[in-house]
């Protein structure tokens, strides 16, 4: 794993910040809370001259960067740089799989090199802040901000939440911000923006980990979420901002508010006015504000009418003053190279992408498609020839010269262009299709290839969904290829799982490959071909339908469990089921299949029998039982047998990436801390059950090797 650059502040950089808060006025420190982009139509570069801002945003031309940091740094009466804030989600312009796509390779140090690539690319564009890694928990896949996820389980979220800050700070030059801060994945109805009401357990054992994993591996700065928390927004929650993120954690860093929530607070009816918003945001926390104009508005005159304190000023400033020196913003500037970026950065995109496409299905062993056959192959759908939505959400700037189609991968794959015929079929928002054209070329196909999904403009933030079908016409273009009785590969691209029942049970094969940045279409086409094997494991429960929203593996049992006989009432059983419905996923958390086979085996616990302050202490053996070399992520899950308080059916406490030949057998050692299976005890503090628990060691969320251990 790529280690953050720590940074300790020295007793003469410390009285360097005190001396420099000494000497600014009021304005000075108030223009130093102040993050601004280009819409307010304002001129950043006389504001940065006259130190009234502190921070651009989402500005990423190197020049204007340039021209308002010379400023800042060289105009300014007291010389203070710029900190310049952007999102980089999935890379800067060198585009790499979403976050919930490559959550799904479960492989942090690839994600930790990812960071330090962007960030590199990044720095060099001018770039010194990243709003980013989001580590938001998601249980419901309409919520469009899914695509920028790790998934649903809280475990797996943690420990890519501290490889996206390790690989982003691990260039001295840049500073990570973790948003959005807290639960803004439970947004009620998937809507963003929209109400977050959980029990303020659900949002310590479910929500809050990822974020504390992010801080403790080195985040320099947070940003509260938009949306209100049992209540009050979380940009003026107490619970959030001061008990939790300060008093526990002992978080020492920047608070910024997200675009324009400060200002939001007067549509959330929790303020009058921008001037009220100022004042308690000011009180609550936030350092600095992005873009509603409440603090360069309103601050000064709060305090010189005493509202708010002159020292709650300082404690901020000194707080981003810290930051930029940290990330060396008041040293010369040197030169950022891009260590051969550009064909390191391609060569880790299509890396990336291939381990974050997931196969579902492979029934017959349709897969892969073996060149050399002179099968007559058809590739139908709107992705067969699309380029630009294979790079998905959040990208505004990025690298499209040389960018390959599906229809272009395939073609280089293949021995023969005369074996591949393409057609669209239909595009994504007219209801009609090309019925003939499509029907006649499948009928003439040994294999067809569908390639359906959604847009990158359909998932993102402010794009949430109700119905989680494949837009346009491909549904009846599906089902209408999927009636002739041919061989069909589903081949799915999107930022979000959608609910395809029906044509994942009548297609051979499906392969989920989201929207897989740059280097996608050449990775589903050296893994349909057989070159490459799928790695892939599911990051998020794939639903059957929209009913079941939220479905997550790490549910609760209930008191009539929907997988046991019910209890007799009225003269039937009652258990907890859907009577139209499956209580199943389609594809549950942890799945991916490969062309390999794995057996586990021989599951040994060497202390079954462990003390609260040991470590449980195993053993397992797994074999590629495959003709071909192949990765398999071994997953561990427990279950508290009997607790003191409701605990999920199972929850991930392990992973294990392990790559292997043909033959090849390895044993893997665990050791786990007792204290990684605690709860948390009527006043939220970490505390042991004691008593019997239930191990698994599994491929996926749903079977596996069993064994159980007590603590005592």
């Known amino acids: ?198 029990s303020e357990r659900t949002l310590r054992e479910v929500y809050l980990p990822p974020f504390k994993a992010a801080i403790q591996a080195g985040a320099k700065s947070i940003m509260p979420s938009f949306t209100d928390l049992n209540g009050l927004p979380a940009t003026i929650n107490p619970l959030l901002l001061t008990q939790i993120l300060r008093r526990e954690w002992g978080f020492q860093g920047v608070v910024v508010s997200d675009y324009d929530a400060i200002g939001e607070l007067v549509h959330h009816r929790v303020c009058a006015n921008l001037r009220e918003a100022a ?33 709650l000023i300082d404690d901020a400033v000194f707080r981003i003053l810290q930051m930029k020196l940290e990330i060396g913003l008041f040293d010369a500037e040197a030169p950022i ?57 959040w990208t505004f700037d990025p690298h499209t010269d040389n960018l390959l189609s599906l229809e272009n991968a395939l073609r280089l794959e293949l021995n023969s262009e005369d074996c591949l015929l393409v057609e669209d079929g239909c595009d994504f928002t007219s209801d009609s299709w090309d019925h003939q054209r499509s029907i006649q070329a499948a009928k003439a196909a040994d294999i067809v290839v569908l390639a359906l999904g959604e847009p990158a403009a359909m998932s993102g933030e402010a794009h949430s969904r109700a119905h989680l079908n494949l837009p346009g016409a491909q549904q009846q273009l599906a089902q209408s290829i999927l009636a002739l009785d041919k061989q069909v590969v589903l081949i799915i691209f999107a930022g979000r799982p959608l609910c395809i029942p029906q044509l994942d049970e009548a297609a051979d094969a499906v392969i989920y490959a989201w929207h897989g940045g740059q280097e996608a279409a050449k990775a589903v086409a050296q893994l349909i071909t057989g070159k490459k094997n799928p790695s892939g494991k599911l990051a998020i429960t794939i639903p059957r339908s929209e009913g079941q929203i939220p479905i997550y593996y790490n549910h609760k049992s209930t008191g009539r469990p929907y997988n046991l006989k019910g209890t007799f009432q009225f003269n039937q059983e009652h258990r907890s089921i859907y009577i139209d419905e499956s209580v199943l996923p389609l594809y549950p958390f942890g799945h991916g299949l490969s062309y390999s086979s794995f057996a586990i085996t021989d599951l040994s616990i060497q202390n079954p029998h462990l003390q609260k302050d040991s ?18 992520v071994l997953q561990v899950y427990y279950q508290d047998c009997v607790s003191a308080y409701t605990r999920p059916v199972k929850e991930l406490v392990a992973f294990r990436r392990l790559e292997l030949d043909p033959g090849e057998q390895e044993t893997l050692y665990f050791r786990i801390p007792a204290s990684s299976f605690c709860t948390l005890d009527a006043a939220y503090q970490p505390y042991l059950d004691l008593g019997e628990y239930k191990l698994w060691l599994a491929s996926s969320s749903q079977q596996g090797l069993e064994a159980f251990f007590s603590i005592h």
Not at 59 to 75: E, F, T, V
Request: proline residues 4%.
């Open 1 to 198: 794993m790529i280690e953050p650059a720590n940074f300790v502040p020295s007793s003469s950089q410390t009285d360097f910040i005190h001396s420099l808060i000494a000497k600014m006025t009021l304005e000075e420190k108030v223009g130093q809370m102040v993050q601004k982009d280009l819409s307010t139509k304002a001129d950043l570069v006389s504001e940065a001259a006259q130190g009234s801002i502190g921070a651009l945003l989402t500005i990423k031309d190197p020049d204007y960067i340039r021209a308002c940091q010379n400023a800042a740094k060289g105009k300014s009466r007291l010389k203070i740089p710029l900190l310049v804030g952007n999102d980089i989600i999935h890379g800067y312009k060198l585009t790499y799989p979403i976050p919930l796509a490559l959550a799904c390779s479960w492989n942090p140090e690839m994600i930790a090199e990812i960071a330090r690539q962007s960030a590199i690319e990044a720095r060099q564009h001018g770039t010194n802040w990243i709003f980013a890694p989001m580590v938001d928990i998601c249980r419901d896949s309409r919520w469009g901000r899914v695509a920028e996820s790790t998934g649903e389980d809280t475990y797996l979220s943690s420990r890519l939440a501290e490889a996206w800050v390790c690989g982003f700070q691990s260039l001295p030059q840049i500073a990570a911000c973790v948003k959005h801060f807290a639960a803004y994945g439970a947004v009620e109805a998937g809507r963003d923006y929209n109400t977050v009401d959980i």
């Open 279 to 311: 004042l308690k945001s000011l009180l609550a926390g936030i350092d600095i504000d992005m873009m509603s104009g409440a603090y360069q508005g309103y601050l000064i005159d709060l305090v010189e009418n005493g509202s708010v304190p002159s020292s």
């Open 337 to 393: 190279t891009l260590e051969s970026q550009t064909n390191r950065g391609k060569q880790l995109a299509l890396d990336a992408a291939l381990q974050s496409t997931v196969l579902l299905k492979n029934e017959g062993n349709v897969l892969p498609i073996q060149p050399d056959r002179m099968q007559k192959i058809v590739l139908i759908g709107p992705f067969a020839a699309n380029t630009l939505d294979l790079l998905g959400c």
């Open 615 to 632: 470590e449980l202490v195993f053993t397992v053996k797994v074999r590629n039982t495959g003709l071909m070399r192949g990765t398999e």
